[in-house]
């Protein structure tokens, strides 16, 4: 099943457009079929979790941290995550440039916009991350690489809603892009659509979805 439902995505998908199978709280082995079926990136978002699989799945895995992450665990993934796309605030990016310093690592980040409606999730309004780019402050950071942004649109059947939240990130992303960034070709990602949402996602203009269920199946949430 899994590596049916992989095949199916993968065949669908833009050539611009990167899929993070997203496998938490899935077992190693389901990793490993999708794994065989040609997947490279996968997506966590609990520390103790995806250190655990790192140590045990193949090293060419690229591991994504989608979650919320919080500054006392960033130490135990920087020396192999590939990309972070929950960077929420300057506080944690500096704790990240901190951390990679001490093992002479860059660590590739998304700045996690709050584009929903609601309050439970987190990520910079546009006019915080404005306020925090021009200080300038992430320009003094020597391990830590800006990307580019992730958000998550309003978990709702308003097809028309989820279509003006994306296209609301792509433009500011644009924005973003052109005034502080336009001569980085680093800062090109936008980490946009999940499972139910993705289409919508691509459209709007994303560069990496994040599909979980829609691979995996249903997650048993009760066992964590």
Not at 22 to 40: C, D, L, M, N, T
Not at 133 to 156: K, P
Request: glycine share 6%.
């Amino acid at each position: 099943m899994i590596t049916g439902n992989l095949q199916q995505i993968l065949s669908e998908l833009p050539e611009h457009v990167r899929l993070v199978a997203v496998s938490k709280f899935h077992p190693e082995e389901a990793i490993e079929e999708a794994y065989r079926a040609g997947q490279r990136i996968f997506g966590e978002s609990k520390v103790q979790e995806m250190t655990a699989k790192h140590e045990h799945l193949p090293k060419d895995i690229q591991w994504h941290f989608i979650g919320h992450l919080q500054t006392n665990k960033v130490k135990y993934i920087v020396p192999y995550v590939a990309l972070i796309h929950s960077i929420d605030s300057r506080r944690l990016l500096e704790e990240v440039d901190k951390q990679a310093a001490k093992i002479n690592r860059t660590v590739d980040c998304l700045l996690q916009m709050h584009i929903a409606t609601e309050e439970t999730k987190f990520g910079f309004s546009f006019d915080e991350c404005r306020e925090m780019l021009a200080t300038g402050v992430w320009q003094q950071l020597t391990h830590t690489r800006l990307c580019g942004m992730m958000g998550m649109a309003s978990l709702t059947d308003n097809a028309e809603q989820i279509e003006r939240e994306f296209c609301s990130l792509h433009n500011f992303f644009t924005e973003v892009k052109q005034q502080w960034f336009a001569a980085s070709n680093a800062f090109c990602e936008l980490s946009m659509g999940m499972s139910h949402d993705y289409y919508q996602a691509i459209q709007a203009g994303s560069t990496l979805i994040r599909v979980g269920s829609n691979i995996f199946g249903e997650r048993d949430y009760a066992a964590h």
